[in-house]
């Protein structure tokens, strides 16, 4: 298992409406409207003054705040609104605003499947939780033709509950805003319906409703199809949903429009990875890189492709780019894992148990590292340490059925624990019921204890997945000669 990254808002007219919903202040753009046409414009530190007021209003009794996930055009501008906001915060002398350096590392920590995109509700509360805070506000800000949208979410940790929402119409010709802004691309126009259907739709995609995201982001590109980031966006709700093929195509209609569109370019690349066509998905990441030089998430990605592939060379070009990406990041702790599990595969056990260590010393509650420490402890014959590893994966990941295969056949070089690895391996069949390694060590184990019975039942289920498995059909041939022979006595 590779740790791969898919890169990835209430209105100033008055405060009584957030107490139902959010609140859009937009006006029908017609061809390329100057910042004049669309009124109620106001400059980003009035927005998030006002901001920071409307939340110490729904947000009353949740003492420790944090700022995290703010998606914006670049690192400047993503810490101009956390710093600006978090000082508004701190003026209402009901909070305490978390310190911004550690909540960006908490999400990078918690981000997953190494997506470019949004950081979507549950994993804000895992950032919460991280942080030690009540309440976490994430967002997003976003350049259009004539004005830029300010965005907010505020999500209780406990529940995981949206407390309230705040948008507004920033001005792009705000001096602090134009000073931090990247050089102006080409920026789309928006009609009030379509940037309606978009904004519900990156509001589903945080609240992982993939399928209802995927329906409004269609009606926005209906009514504007050349919304680069409602094909992105799109694209993404796609991938999450394994759907290689359509989230490729929307990744492609996005560079269309924007062909240095970074977080497409990284996506892109991880679709291609994730089906096989691993000099598509390597080809991308170079562009990525180009693109934004020394990202720690591309070098990373672009170490995983190089794995895939295993060319000559390959693992050589693996380990330079994850040795880039934590050089960048020294607390990247996926590039920590996939650099541990590459060590694995080339039979470095102790190289991989360091990588591991220092993957777990960063985030302890990772379980996939938890696991594959167990693994090459197993390997290096270290058999109650493997034990006591694949545990703490199980507590922390009940679903993971690799944890429970491993465990079962520890179990069994431990103490000859038959009973233990069967229920082991009963569990592992229960959440991934075709499961052939599962089947064949529950069967090895029944052949172990003499139920023959059951141990023909499952070689004869998995030879129906796995065909050319001579050891389980060797095995299943035993079992059905000692049954005959059993008859055949009698």
Known sequence: ?????????????????????????????????????????????????????????????????????????????????????????????????????AALSAVDNEHKFQMSGIVDDKEIVGVGHYLGADAVITGAFHCFAG???LRLR??????????????????LKDPVLAGILPPKDKRPNVSDAALAYLNRGMDLLREGKYDGAIRELDQALAINWNLPMACFYRGWAYSLLGEHDRAIADYNAALRLKPDYYEALNNRGAAYDDKGEYDKAIADYDTALAVRPNNHVALNNRGLAYRHRDKKGDNALAFA????????????????????????????YDQAIADYNAALKINPDFSLALRDRGLAYHKSKKLNAALEDYNAAIKLSPNDYQAFIYRGIVREQIDGSYRGCVA???????????????????????YNMNDKESAISDFRALLRIDPDNRIAAQLLWECESQSNSSLLRR
Do not use: W
């Not at 002398?93 to 978390?98: A, C, G, I, R, Y």
């Not at 529940?159 to 705040?166: G, I, K, R, W």
């Not at 082991?424 to 029944?446: C, E, H, M, S, V």
């Open 1 to 101: 298992m590779n740790q791969k990254k898919f890169i990835p808002t209430l209105s100033l007219c008055a405060l009584a409406f957030l107490c139902c919903c959010a609140k859009h202040v937009t006006a029908q753009v017609v061809g390329a409207p100057s910042a004049s046409a669309v009124p109620n414009l106001v400059n980003l530190d009035a927005a998030l003054a006002d901001a920071a007021l409307a939340i110490g209003v729904h947000a009353h009794g949740f003492a420790h705040i944090a700022v995290a996930g703010i998606e914006a055009p670049s690192r400047k501008v993503e810490g101009f609104i956390a710093d600006e906001l978090s000082a508004g915060l701190v003026k209402n002398k009901s909070f305490k605003v978390l310190e911004r350096g």
């Open 147 to 149: 004005f830029g949208q």
């Open 154 to 171: 505020v999500i209780a940790v406990r529940d995981a509950q949206l407390l309230t929402m705040y948008t507004a119409r920033v001005s």
């Open 321 to 348: 780019d994850y040795d880039a990406a934590l050089k960048i990041k020294p607390n990247y702790y996926e590039a920590l894992y996939n650099r541990g599990y590459a060590h694995y595969d080339m039979r470095r």
């Open 424 to 446: 082991d391996f009963n569990a592992a069949l229960k959440i991934k019921p075709d499961n052939a390694d599962a089947l064949f060590y529950r069967g090895r184990t029944y």
